[in-house]
């Protein structure tokens, strides 16, 4: 039985935790209402902090990009909505890094209770037991969770990596490969290991167009 007031995790490959919500943007029905999208849910500590308020300003520069990949933002706190509004309205007032005049217009959600914290193990004692740590789920159109990261209170999420994240699996779901270390755009992709002895023989000896090989086990496709 889980205890009161601790947080259980979904995992990868799981459908995301239902949950409907207030936010900034009006209710929610998560995720079915994102049904066809794939969606960034993500949670910071509190409002009104340095960090958080770099974050959300990124976030909001980039919501565009994310959307032309059909990519929706959805952010929590356990703050009430009320102080969500003031914080949004501040940083519309803040510069950081040439971002200035950032207006969030992704939904914030109010989680005063807790209750989608601990839905999705944002709650994590170690770290605090009254703020949620830096979660980001990566849920795609079918609701099911693809990735999972997890930062600490004091260190500000890689949002290029977030994108990547989201490039690298959108990629892998269109073509059937795999991604390897460091991939972009545009880079060589991992085509998936043959099955058996005499497929393994026959990829070596004749890789196919565009098609070359390391070893039986590890081909790559030219993808310029």
């Avoid at 007031?5 to 409907?20: D, R, V, Y």
């Avoid at 770290?127 to 004091?154: E, K, M, W």
């Avoid at 992709?189 to 070359?212: K, L, N, Q």
Wanted: aromatic share 10%; glycine share 6%; hydrophobic share 40%.
């Amino acid at each position: 039985m889980e205890e009161a007031g601790t947080s259980t995790m979904p995992l990868i490959g799981e459908k995301a935790p239902s949950f409907k919500a207030v936010t900034t943007q009006g209710e929610i029905n998560f995720p079915e209402d994102y049904k066809g999208r794939w969606v960034i849910l993500f949670s910071h500590p509190a409002d009104f902090t340095p960090v958080c308020t770099t974050e959300f300003m990124t976030f909001a520069s980039m919501a565009d990009e994310f959307k032309s990949l059909n990519t929706e933002l959805v952010g929590l706190s356990v703050d009430s909505l009320y102080a969500h509004i003031a914080w949004l309205r501040k940083i519309q007032d803040l510069e950081y890094k040439g971002m200035k005049n950032v207006e969030v217009r992704f939904p914030l959600i109010e989680d005063i209770r807790m209750d989608v914290a601990r839905k999705y193990g944002m709650i994590q004692p170690g770290q605090s037991n009254t703020q949620a740590v830096r979660a980001v789920f990566v849920i795609d159109p079918q609701g099911t969770i693809r990735t999972i990261l997890y930062y600490p209170l004091s260190t500000g999420r890689n949002f290029d990596e977030i994108k990547r994240i989201i490039l690298a699996l959108q990629k892998a779901d269109k073509d059937g490969v795999a991604t390897p270390a460091d991939w972009r755009p545009g880079d060589d992709v991992i085509v998936p290991p043959p099955g058996s002895c005499g497929t393994a023989r026959e990829r070596m000896e004749r890789p196919g167009d565009d098609v070359y090989c390391l070893d039986w086990f590890m081909c790559f496709r030219r993808e310029k």
